[in-house]
């Protein structure tokens, strides 16, 4: 009882600071007290309604039923623009505030929003061993789901909240990706309604180019109404291998060793500087040693680069068993590590215990309440970029990373890129095994600045023929974003469907100028 008079003492005195400071001075220089008295309780509120909603919606099985007037209520809305003159480009009406990305789109202002209400899975055949969702279903909605079926999906991309449609209109990945390649590479059909308002299904055999284009397309072919996903047999638990490396050829070597290990179900890196890292490798299994397991999925458990760093700091292995599901989102709740930028004693146990529950706050809500203050010093002072390089210059991309913008810690995570049609290919006939580099966090080169140093990056990854991931902030021109990718199919598409006159063309959507 104490407590609880003391916690609601210390919760009206900051109230009344908040109040004789002001909402923006907090918000600016303080934005923790906001994040943990305004954004964290609202948070779960989002949280417990999206989860009540989705369960009752499966629950009931009126998903599919409802889907179908979904679907022709924007085949109506499409061709309700075509009637009134095409005027302008179509989007989704989706606010930019709720995607993961860190930036907000700026042409939803001046094109056509069409309201895309589908966020549901719509059915599991264990048998066909596919699952049929919307795509505004998350991750987390589905490792809810198919795990407690003893099902899941071969690649499960980190966070919670990134949704099915972002992971194939952009890209997604995950420790697995190694075996499975991208999100992408474990889709088998997409459902469109494209510029015209018809409906139409694309498989590798049924419409294969559209099929193969709609990948990193971010929405410029149609509007993604619905995807069939593998799923496989799931187990209980991952037996984590944790193993500090030292020495940046030595960090590089072994990451790529393990990763040609198709006996390793998982494999990631964490780069702590440019010559320590731990090296994680994952197999699947139903059997745990008891006192091995770590849950550390449950909220007053450490943020998990935390609890790898330590591996490193006492220079030596270990092995545990963590549960399928806490594994999948090991980084949701510190947000990788970016919550350590605006909780910065997040992961302090007393913190943890006593409001780990309500961890993380959405991004979403980070992003709507930033304030242009705020939003100015993240694009000046702040990365976030995810690079797929050839695991063949993964050194060089890390000392390039060190010397140019030196933040840590990077993730690794590889994955294997297949010689297939559209956007993204190795550069040679066969499949090649490339690297996921994530750098999140604040730039600690003196001489960084956000559109130079990025533009170096740029250089580098079309050098190298990499890639960057179209989320981040992007200064390539328009010439040099498709000697990056590969537009010939693309292009195919958009002159083929009439998209051209229908939707921006990608680069006009993920570019700098696009985007706040």
Known sequence: MDAVIYLAVLTVLLLFWVRRKGVEYVIIHHRWVFVCLFLLPLSVVFDVYYYLRAWLVFKMCSAPKQHDLRVRDIQRQVREWKNQGSKTYMCTGRP??????????????????????????????????????????????????????????PVVPELDD????????????????????????????????????????????????????????????????????KIIPAKKYVRLQYQPVRNRKMICETFSRESQNKENHFVEGLVYSQDEAVIMTGVLTDVAEPEKVNRIGYYYKPWFFKHVEKYLQGNHSGVEYIPLRHYYHRHTRSIFWELQDIIPFGNNPLFRYVFGWMVPPKISLLK?????????????????????????????????LHSEINVYPLWLCPFSLPSLPGMVHPKGDEAEL????????????????????????????????????????????????????????????RGQLNAKHAFPEVYDKICKAARH
């Open 162 to 229: 990134l949704t099915v449609g972002g992971l194939i209109m952009g890209t997604g990945i995950e420790s697995s990706s190694h075996i499975y390649g991208l999100f992408q590479n474990i889709c088998i059909a997409y459902e469109l309604v494209l510029a015209d308002g018809s409906l139409v299904r694309c498989t590798e055999k049924e419409n294969p180019d559209l099929f193969y284009a709609v990948p990193w397309s971010c929405g410029t072919l149609g509007f993604l109404v619905a995807a069939e996903i």
């Open 96 to 153: 930019g505030w709720l995607t993961v990305s860190l930036r907000v789109g700026k042409y939803k202002k001046t094109h056509k929003n069409i309201m895309i209400n589908l966020m549901d899975i719509l059915e599991v055949d264990t048998k066909k061993q596919v699952v049929r969702v919307e795509p505004l279903v998350n991750m987390g909605q589905v490792t809810a789901l198919l795990n407690s079926i003893g099902w899941t999906l």
């Open 434 to 493: 490339y690297a996921d580099v994530g750098a999140y966090g604040e730039p600690k080169a003196k001489q960084f600045v956000a559109k130079s140093s990025t533009r170096q990056l740029e250089k580098f990854l079309r050098d190298t023929h990499s890639f960057q991931m179209l989320y981040a902030d992007c200064y390539l021109t328009r010439e040099e974003f498709w000697e990056m990718f590969d537009g010939a199919l693309y292009r195919k598409l």
């Open 368 to 400: 709507l309440t930033q304030g242009e203050t705020i939003r100015k010093l993240y694009e000046q002072h702040h990365v976030v970029q995810d690079m797929l390089v050839p695991m063949k210059s993964l050194e060089k991309l890390i000392h390039f």
